[in-house]
């Protein structure tokens, strides 16, 4: 999946200037890192989740950097299709969104996409997928240093209106 590079307005008074085209490729960990406000979350809402979700091709997992409302969307969907499970928790909502995909994913095999917005789970999100689903394209955000074999895109303020993005070799 590829994001052409060039100028893309986010929210009022904020854009991201990407400065080369970003491939998203299974079987890839990409990292998306830069300092808070430098867009990462608002690159993730706002262009590559709704570029995933054009074509009902692929599996999308997007675990959020506030989970709240995600407990409350995975109580409400297990309550129907698996009410006897209780989910309580952050853990238990990674948990059953894991497993939806296995399950999915072995029903119907096709290109999985899974994003992990500064999780506390992220490297049990990262196992997980490594175990069961390892051509899963896994894309997370942090302010740390990468882990080994991830590709870098780096989010660098300009101003307060404007941030570049671009690919780093780490």
């Not at 296995?102 to 789970?121: A, N, W």
Request: contains cysteine; neutral net charge.
């Amino acid at each position: 999946m590829r994001i052409e590079k060039g100028l893309y307005s986010i929210w009022l008074n904020f854009s991201l200037n990407l400065t080369s085209d970003l491939d998203f490729q299974p079987g890839h960990i990409y990292h998306l890192r830069g300092n808070n406000g430098s867009g990462k979350s608002s690159f993730v809402t706002q262009i590559l989740l709704p570029s995933l979700l054009v074509l009902n091709i692929r599996y999308v997992v997007y675990f959020e950097q506030q989970m709240h409302l995600q407990i409350q969307m995975a109580k409400a969907y297990s309550s129907v299709i698996k009410p006897r499970i209780g989910i309580k928790s952050e853990q238990e909502t990674v948990d059953f969104l894991l497993q939806s995909l296995l399950t999915k994913f072995k029903e119907e095999p096709r290109p999985c996409y899974v994003i992990i917005d500064e999780s506390p789970y992220d490297s049990k999100i990262r196992n997980f997928l490594d175990t069961n689903i390892p051509d899963c394209c896994q894309i997370y955000t942090s302010h740390s240093e990468p882990i080994h074999k991830s590709e870098s895109v780096l989010f660098e303020p300009l101003s307060t209106r404007l941030s570049r993005v671009h690919a780093i070799q780490n």
